[in-house]
């Protein structure tokens, strides 16, 4: 089970030495937690794990649409990652934290010719091209600019990856990249190989998320690195790098198991070196993305048990002051959570309940069914391994303010998001002259 320390006199849940009823106190619910060695010892496993099945000119990248606030790109960025941005906003706060640009990867299936430009301008390390108009587009900024850009290119490598439809990307029908099937990939870096201003340096593939065992990324792997033989035979292009995406599942629930990084890396390495040795082709640079596995489950939502109704022979909802609007993940894919109360994770489960939230949609719920200690008005309750795709898909529906994201560390617990105000809900709002 992600997480669930207790404090040994009180019984209370703790994150990162801080005990969960006072953080609760003092910041307020709905309320991020993020433990930050948790989110440490993610990069360093991926580190390690990425250096020695891959060798020391691998990469770990940090897919920062998991959790991108200045903090958390300051403490990934100080574990040694690069960071992966895939819009202006996600650059400029990675820049804001002091990322190294060259540590930086841009992606995006659309990115605008604003966003082209800002990569260029911060010098981001690589590009990752989607489709023929985008480097059609990259190439003459690059000589508006003046300037040259490394790049990959974003492939379909034809994988359907066990996961959630919604977070399937490997697939040809997906608006991401270019499909290996077709010959597009092909042809588009022949072109690639000869634009002015553009250094092809590899390709790049992303086959979804929450992904178990090692089966999928061996099969990306496999078809990536044949690809890359393929193009150098046929065509003399040589690429040099190997960017395999993200994708690793992270535990939400008893049931999910997570693979160590090493069990993942292993077999993909053993898969491209073997490729490479039969086909006489150099050992490719390779780059792997996590997101969720960095920062998922170091992090807790905490929130405050309103109202309970029992709807005798239907259901019994447990409603709490968060929902869709900072938790959109069950209404969208149906997720599954381990919920505790925070003051005694181990009570007894007892009866199920339906956690829902504030907002105004029956479909607002955090987890449906779900068996529960007796829960009463001012409880805490305790979401596990919400880190990632929570506070970024986070939304002001409702116009309900954001929560607050604290980093615990050894007892000691600081503000790294402070908590939206209805000054920060109308910020932007304009009133025209004579309304
Ligand atoms: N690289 C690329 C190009 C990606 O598109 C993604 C995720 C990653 C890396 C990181 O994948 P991860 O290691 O986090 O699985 N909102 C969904 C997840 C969407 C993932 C999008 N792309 C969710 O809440 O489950």
Same mark, same amino acid.
Not at 205 to 233: K, N, W, Y
Not at 294 to 315: C, D, F, M, N, Q
Not at 375 to 381: F, R
């Given at each position: ?64 649409? $998991? ?9 990934? $960025? ?268 181990? $009570? ?39 880190? $990632? ?47």
């Amino acid at each position: 089970m992600p997480n669930k320390d207790t404090g040994h006199s009180t019984g209370h849940l703790i994150i990162g030495g801080c005990d969960t009823l006072d953080l609760a106190m003092r910041f307020g619910t709905p309320l991020h937690v993020l433990d930050e060695m948790r989110i440490r010892s993610a990069c360093r496993a991926y580190r390690q794990a990425a250096s020695a099945h891959f060798g020391p000119l691998a990469r770990v990248v940090y897919a920062s649409k $998991a959790l991108c606030t200045t903090a958390v790109l300051r403490i990934v $960025a100080s574990e040694g990652l690069g960071v992966d941005v895939v819009s202006g906003g996600e650059l400029h706060t990675a820049l804001c934290a002091r990322v190294r640009p060259a540590d930086i990867v841009f992606h995006g299936n659309n990115k605008t010719p604003r966003e082209l430009a800002e990569a260029l301008s911060a010098g981001v390390g690589r590009i990752v091209v989607d489709n023929e108009e985008e480097l059609t587009r990259l190439a003459s900024l690059c000589a508006e600019h003046g300037t040259e850009t490394d790049i990959l290119l974003r492939i379909k490598p034809g994988v359907s990856a066990h996961t959630h439809e919604y977070v399937r990307t490997g697939a040809i029908d997906s608006k991401f990249g270019v499909a290996l099937e077709t010959g597009e990939a092909e042809r588009l870096l022949i072109r690639a190989a000869s634009v002015p201003g553009i250094r092809l340096r590899g390709i790049h593939c992303h086959i979804g998320s929450q992904i178990f065992g090692p089966d999928s990324f061996v099969e990306a792997a496999r078809i990536m690195t044949g690809f890359m033989a393929d193009l150098s035979e046929r065509d003399g292009i040589l690429l040099t790098e190997l960017n395999l995406g993200g994708g690793y599942g992270v535990r939400y629930v008893d049931e999910d198991t997570p693979d160590a990084p090493e069990d993942v890396f292993r077999p993909v390495a053993a898969s491209i070196r073997e490729i490479c040795e039969n086909r006489a082709f150099p050992f490719p640079a390779i780059c792997l993305e996590p997101g969720r596995a960095i920062v998922a489950e170091a992090g807790t939502t905490l929130y405050t048990v309103g109202s309970v109704k029992h709807i005798p022979g239907v259901r019994t909802y447990v409603a709490v002051d968060g929902g869709m609007f900072e938790n959109p993940r069950y209404a969208l894919y149906g997720s599954a959570y381990e919920i505790v109360r925070a003051d005694d994770p181990n $009570a007894v489960r007892t009866d199920p309940v339906t956690i829902a939230g504030k907002c105004c949609e029956s479909g607002d719920l955090i987890q449906e069914h779900i068996p529960m200690p007796p829960l009463g008005t001012g409880d805490i309750l305790a979401v596990m391994s919400t880190g $990632a795709y929570h506070y970024s898909m986070a939304s002001n529906y409702n116009r309900n303010a954001r929560p607050a994201v604290v980093l615990c560390r050894e007892g000691r617990a600081v503000e790294i998001v402070r908590r939206e105000s209805y000054e920060d809900l109308v910020r932007n709002d304009c009133i025209p002259e004579g309304l």
